[in-house]
């Protein structure tokens, strides 16, 4: 999915989210999600996250993403 997911209060909550769990910030192995109501809490302010809604935030991020690539590849064709 999509990586770089922050916190609310702007700190950096994990480095990517996939279907099969998380890498936290910084660099590190694969954190597995063991069941769908896993918790990610943020260092700096410490606000809750559930799996699901980070997995969403991902897949908003990664469409976004896709969105604005696909927009510029249309300028460019414009503009040559």
Known sequence: ??????CICGAP????????????????ALIPF?????????????RTY????LMARAETAESIESLERLAETVEEAEQG
Do not use: F, K, N
């Open 50 to 53: 559930d799996v699901r809604s």
């Open 34 to 46: 063991r069941r769908t109501t896993d918790y990610v809490m943020c260092d700096s302010c410490l």
């Open 1 to 6: 999915m999509a990586g770089g997911i922050s």
């Open 13 to 28: 909550l994990v480095e990517e989210v996939t279907d099969r769990g998380i890498y936290p910030v910084g660099g590190g």
